[in-house]
């Protein structure tokens, strides 16, 4: 019983890491339609700013933290103006290619940079957030990941449901010259959703390297687990892709439980396909409306 | 004209991908609160004119290489679409572009994106008097509404950013004869009650001439005749190549149309 | 006798026939001729092992490449389970020479109709989903087909991989860089030609008809899933038959090098070549091949005569680098690829001398 | 009739003979969104004829359309076409068993020529198969000449000899238009169905698409369905009319019957007659 308890917490703190990964990803997709391979590697670039600002010049927590955001605001920034920008209006996969290539790019230059071991933070969440419930006991990193889970989960869902600015966002991504003769600022909303999600993925970068230590290629992978939990959920769905992840996390610590380490791996994306064949556009995405 | 002029295109020429010509020197002018009827073939450039104005070329790698287009006085041309329609140019596209998976209310409040930051409750009310059957539909996708519905949403939705100049593309395009005349009912309300100028491009140009004050012929990338609706009206090309013959005696048989016509005196 | 014609300037053609012809001019025709006895008769007589080794390797990759334009360039599906298709081949080749002792030339085409089977089954996904959906619903065939070649222990014989047994032809071995060229390419031509030619057929319609809009095709009597596992069909069957040509070239096979990222490069592949275009296949695959070769002969000779051996270890990832950055590179300056570039320059050159 | 431009083999395949295009809805029903889109609709269409539909938008005229060629699924009643139940049957099917189309917002393939369009129409009466296609043998080539003929005589009709090579996205719209109906007639469809096939063309663009949607009932005999708006021109040529009103029939007959009748005129026509 214990262990199917641990299991249980476990997977649920995966799940919200995974979902806090995807919503970052989600927030591209429903602005711009762009499928982001590299978005792996910006959870480590901000992961990794944190680490310099933290570890090697020292600054304090809540500044480095702010720091990192904003840095990582502005790096999606220029990351657009770059490379997303020449690309607007050319095919979906060359978008997606290209979202391949910086990661490549990232990738190479972040080993090169810091290499490929492990690297740890300083501790400085505080005890007193450890939970107990009963025999299981919960450590604050994950408690941490729950609440800003939560939060970022309420603060989206309104922002693209009510807010002014969501809903030009979403007018773009449907429409885009539709957007633009009405004045929506189509470059500029583009440049805010990567910088955004950038943001976003910064922070997740931060809670996942706090729980396991950071590691450029880790981190990557995860980013690659972000497809099965944003697919599951429907590319669009923010909400979905928070149940989807926490569906997924704990999928793998299920199976890897009871089943098989190895099959623990590949189970998202059985449960995936599963899934798709039944729900085309996830659990929770918008359907394609088409009219003849 | 006596009027104050709010629009002044003057010999304009517009290329696509640096050699595709549309627009060889075309020259028209709205008077301040009127509105003005752009009409001709399908090809002519009336939409590539109205792109031209509001800046949406642009994004179609067009360009207005030749001429001046003037606002209030002020040079527009080749001005990128934001900095546009921030003046009070607002264009309702051809073939009703919609936010497929916006509600109908949503879709209207995008029309504020000019106006970000001020109330819109208001202008939602008044979109809402004017089109009654939106109302109805507020919360509906607009991706399942009826063309109607869709035509008067976009109209609505270039209302709500105020706009001083509003260009309408085709507003009739693939409607009942009823909802045409209801739209253009609207557009002279428009007109009318909010003082806003309107340039309206229509394939349909009875009744484009019917609520218009002036109006241009366009053929081939030029302006080929203008004049005041009344006397367009009364043109005897216009009348055989745009009105047709309807008007003066109903129903023509279309069984004996000849293979051949005679062509346009002025092409 | 009828007019030879060294280039077009206007239109000459007396019959509908003509316009079916693959090359427009005689002129086109006698250069491919011309290249084709370069390529199979001077290339193998004056290239040293290692060029026909690149040379072989390129011809492989680009069989694969030239299958998954007809996929993602023509029929508008992007599948990144490729790189596990190839492996599929590579395995299922293998597999029946070691195991059955299927002769070389039967073990080819079987592979790659059995890959073309396994595709159709990764493809049946596209019955209901589109787009991104369908994308990453092939990512995830990709993985399962990865895990399938670890774990089936008994018949992939796991991560230690298979020892493909001695490749031979009527009893002739293929045991050279040089014997290979000529299966290698002659396979490649062979399986241009026949690309070549769905394409201008029905069946190379019906898929840009789909990929354009399907609803459309639809309404012209395209049955639209038949053709989508059509076209999943015949790029596995491209991905399979070059697969098991990889195995019998690289005699061992280990699941390791059919990953996501060999997915990857063949799609970094065909879009650096131009999608829709069938030569913008094997540029892209030239491309990206000498690319990954220049790349790592820059790493080795920086580790070989770098002083301090930390530098090699760093080096190494700036490679990853460099290689993401000329596909963003590319595809930010030239996104219609290396086959409008050679377009551009052919047409220069036709007029030469009397250009403008 | 004789007419001076080419005469398409296609409408000349079976001479002295006219081909059989009944059609027959019987309680044709239809719901999605919650709304009732088709509400009992019965309506027969017979060989030869040229039938057209009506109402104001949202009615369900399109529909109407997407249910006989398969791209809606009727929740209740039948479609039967020459005696054969084709209720629920998939499009690509009813395009072989002989319902051809266009569609209202111009579905044409862009990026490929007027010639590569029409061409895939011909798809249907294609006959060589995959292996034969692979090596492109003298068969394929054969077959690939005929078709080409026979759409170079379709061009010729449709008076579109000089644009057979454009893409169809650098063609103004009444052209891409002709173009469509181009590529539905090249599927040699028993019943031709039109979804607005003259809205946004200008009145010299709508004559010659009349011409042709003419020569082609009474000359050839093609059985049609023709949902427009322009009175004038569906009063004009249509032998009989339906009206749809939310989804219901609200009348049917000929021309002058539907022109004066009340329910008509209070839904859809208006109280000044035409425009």
Same mark, same amino acid.
């Given at each position: ?10 997977g649920l703190s995966l799940g919200f890491l995974y979902a806090l990964s995807a919503l970052g990803f989600v927030m591209i997709y429903k602005s711009s339609s762009v499928l982001n391979f590299a978005h792996g590697e910006l959870m ?87 939970l107990h419930l009963g025999i299981i006991q919960i450590p604050s990193v994950y408690v941490a990941t729950f609440i800003i889970g939560i939060l970022f989960l309420v603060m989206f869902g309104f922002f693209f449901k009510y807010s ?129 | ?267 | ?101 299927v002769p070389l030339l039967i073990a080819l085409p079987m592979a790659g109709v059995f890959t073309a089977v396994v595709g159709m089954l990764f493809g049946i996904p596209s019955l209901r989903l589109k787009h991104l959906y369908l ?222 | ?92 099917? %009813?395009? /072989?068993?002989? &319902? ?6 111009? @579905? ?5 020529? #007027? +010639? ?13 198969? %995959?292996? /034969?296609?692979? &090596? ?6 054969? @077959? ?5 003929? #026979? +759409? ?34 090249? +599927? ?88």
């Amino acid at each position: 019983m214990s262990f199917f308890l641990h299991l249980l917490v476990n997977g649920l703190s995966l799940g919200f890491l995974y979902a806090l990964s995807a919503l970052g990803f989600v927030m591209i997709y429903k602005s711009s339609s762009v499928l982001n391979f590299a978005h792996g590697e910006l959870m480590a670039a901000g992961a990794f700013l944190f680490l310099v600002l933290t570890t090697w010049a020292e600054l304090p927590i809540p500044l480095a933290f702010i720091l990192t955001l904003s840095g990582c605001f502005l790096l999606g920034f220029v990351i657009e103006r770059l490379f997303l920008r020449p690309l607007i209006g050319e095919d979906l996969i060359q978008v997606i290619m290209l979202t391949v290539g910086m990661a490549a790019m990232f990738k190479g230059l972040l080993l090169f940079i810091f290499g490929g071991d492990i690297h740890q933070y300083p501790s400085f969440l505080p005890e007193a957030m450890n939970l107990h419930l009963g025999i299981i006991q919960i450590p604050s990193v994950y408690v941490a990941t729950f609440i800003i889970g939560i939060l970022f989960l309420v603060m989206f869902g309104f922002f693209f449901k009510y807010s002014s600015q969501g809903i030009y966002m979403r007018s773009v991504a449907d429409n885009q010259p539709a957007a633009m003769s009405l004045g929506v600022h189509v470059r500029r909303v583009f440049a805010l959703s990567w910088a955004i999600a950038a943001m976003v993925a910064a922070m997740s970068g931060i809670v996942l390297g706090i729980i396991n230590g950071i590691n450029v290629h880790e981190l990557s992978s995860i980013g690659l687990k972000v497809f099965p939990v944003v697919i599951l959920g429907g590319l669009d769905s923010i909400g979905g892709a928070i149940l989807a992840g926490v569906i997924i996390g704990l999928l793998e610590t299920f199976t890897g439980g009871y089943i098989s380490t190895s099959l623990r791996e590949i189970i998202p994306y059985v449960v995936l396909v599963v899934i798709l064949m039944v729900k085309p556009y996830g659990l929770f995405g918008l359907k394609e409306i088409e009219r003849v | 004209m006596t009027t104050e002029q709010k629009l002044l295109i003057n010999n304009i020429s517009v290329v696509y991908s640096d050699v595709i010509q549309v627009l060889k020197g075309v020259s028209l002018s709205i008077a301040d609160k009127q509105i003005v009827t752009l009409v001709g073939s399908n090809g002519a450039g009336k939409t590539t004119t109205l792109k031209a104005i509001s800046g949406l070329l642009k994004p179609e790698n067009g360009k207005v290489t030749e001429g001046s287009i003037e606002f209030k006085g002020k040079s527009i041309q080749n001005l990128p679409p934001e900095a546009i329609t921030r003046q009070g140019i607002i264009q309702v596209l051809e073939g009703r572009q919609e936010f497929k998976y916006l509600t109908v209310e949503e879709n209207l409040r995008v029309g504020t994106a000019t106006r970000f930051g001020k109330p819109y409750h208001k202008d939602l009310e008044r979109v809402y008097e004017l089109f009654p059957a939106l109302a109805r539909r507020k919360k509906t996708l607009s991706g399942f509404c009826s063309g109607g519905e869709l035509q008067m949403m976009v109209i609505g939705r270039a209302i709500m950013a105020h706009p001083d100049l509003l260009l309408l593309d085709e507003p009739s395009l693939g409607l009942a004869p009823l909802l045409v005349r209801e739209i253009f009912r609207i557009i002279r309300r428009v007109n009318v009650e909010q003082q806003t100028t309107i340039l309206v491009v229509e394939q349909n140009t009875n009744m484009a001439l019917q609520i218009a004050h002036y109006g241009y012929v366009m053929e081939n990338g030029k302006i080929v005749l203008e004049g005041n609706a009344e006397d367009l009206k009364e043109n005897p090309d216009v009348k055989e190549f745009y009105l047709g013959t309807a008007g003066t005696q109903g129903i023509k048989s279309y069984h004996n149309l000849k293979s051949y016509k005679r062509r346009k005196r002025w092409l | 006798m009828r007019k030879l014609h060294y280039h077009l300037c206007g239109n000459y053609k007396e019959s509908y026939e003509e316009e079916l012809a693959i090359f427009e001019t005689d002129f086109g025709r006698t250069w491919m001729l011309i290249g084709i006895f370069v390529l199979l008769v001077v290339i193998p007589l004056t290239g040293s092992s290692y060029t026909l080794y690149i040379l072989n390797t390129i011809g492989i990759y680009s069989i694969a490449a030239i299958g998954l334009n007809l996929l993602i360039g023509f029929t508008g599906q992007i599948s990144m389970g490729h790189g596990a298709f190839f492996g599929v081949g590579a395995y299922a080749a293998a597999v029946m020479t070691t195991r059955m002792g299927v002769p070389l030339l039967i073990a080819l085409p079987m592979a790659g109709v059995f890959t073309a089977v396994v595709g159709m089954l990764f493809g049946i996904p596209s019955l209901r989903l589109k787009h991104l959906y369908l994308t990453i619903a092939t990512l995830a065939g990709q993985f399962i087909i990865e895990y399938i070649l670890v774990q089936w222990e008994g018949v992939t014989g796991g991560a230690e991989g298979i020892a493909v047994s001695n490749a031979s032809i009527f009893g002739i071995e293929l045991d050279s860089d040089h014997a290979f060229f000529f299966l290698i390419f002659i396979s490649l031509i062979v399986l241009t030609w026949v690309m070549v030619n769905l394409i201008r057929t029905r069946f190379g319609r019906a898929l840009v008809a789909i990929r354009d809009n399907d609803r459309a095709a639809e309404g012209m009597g395209i049955p639209i899933f038949k053709y989508k596992l059509l076209a999943f069909g015949i790029s596995s069957f491209y991905a399979g038959f070059a697969g098991a040509l990889f195995a019998f070239y690289m005699m061992t096979i280990t699941p390791e090098p059919f990953n996501m990222w060999l997915s990857i490069e063949f799609i970094a592949m065909i879009i650096i070549g131009g999608l829709g275009s069938v030569s913008g296949a094997i540029f892209g695959t030239i491309f990206i091949v000498s690319l990954s070769e220049i790349l790592s002969m820059i790493t080795e000779f920086l580790m070989n005569y770098g002083s301090a051996s930390d530098l090699s270890i760093t080096i190494a990832p700036l490679r990853e680098f460099i290689f993401g950055l000329s596909i963003v590179l590319f595809i930010i300056f030239e996104p219609k690829g290396l086959a409008e570039i050679w377009r551009i320059v052919r047409s220069n050159f036709r007029l030469w001398p009397f250009s403008y | 009739m004789k007419t001076f431009r080419g005469e398409p083999s296609i409408f000349r395949s079976d001479p002295g003979h006219t081909v059989r295009s009944d059609l027959e809805l019987s309680d044709l029903t239809l719901k999605f969104g919650g709304i009732t889109a088709l509400n009992r609709i019965n309506l027969k269409i017979n060989t030869g004829e040229l039938v057209g539909i009506i109402g104001p938008n949202g009615a369900g005229k399109t529909s109407l359309l997407n249910c006989i060629t398969g791209y809606y699924k009727p929740q209740k009643g039948s479609i039967v076409f020459n005696g054969q139940d084709v209720t629920g049957m998939a499009t690509h099917h %009813l395009t /072989k068993v002989g &319902i051809g189309r266009t569609f209202q917002n111009i @579905e044409l393939f862009s990026g490929m020529s #007027v +010639l590569s369009n029409m061409l895939l129409a011909r798809n249907l009466h294609c006959r060589y198969n %995959l292996a /034969k296609a692979a &090596i492109f043998s003298r068969s394929v080539r054969q @077959e690939e000449v005929h078709h080409r003929q #026979v +759409l170079e005589e379709l061009i010729d009709f449709l008076e579109m000899q000089s644009i057979r090579k454009e893409p169809v996205g650098s063609l103004p719209y009444g052209m891409r238009k002709r173009v469509e109906l181009g590529r539905a007639l090249a +599927l040699e469809p028993q019943l031709l169905v039109l979804d607005e096939p003259l809205a946004g063309m200008t009145l010299e663009e709508k004559e010659d698409m009349v011409r042709f949607l003419v020569e082609i009932n009474t000359t050839w005999k093609q059985t049609m369905i023709l949902v427009e708006h322009d009175m004038s021109i569906v009063m004009g040529i249509c032998q009989r009319i339906a009206v749809l009103d939310f989804g219901i029939k609200i009348a049917e007959g000929d021309p002058k019957t539907v022109q004066n009748h009340p329910e008509v005129i209070k839904a859809y026509l208006g109280e000044t007659a035409l425009i």
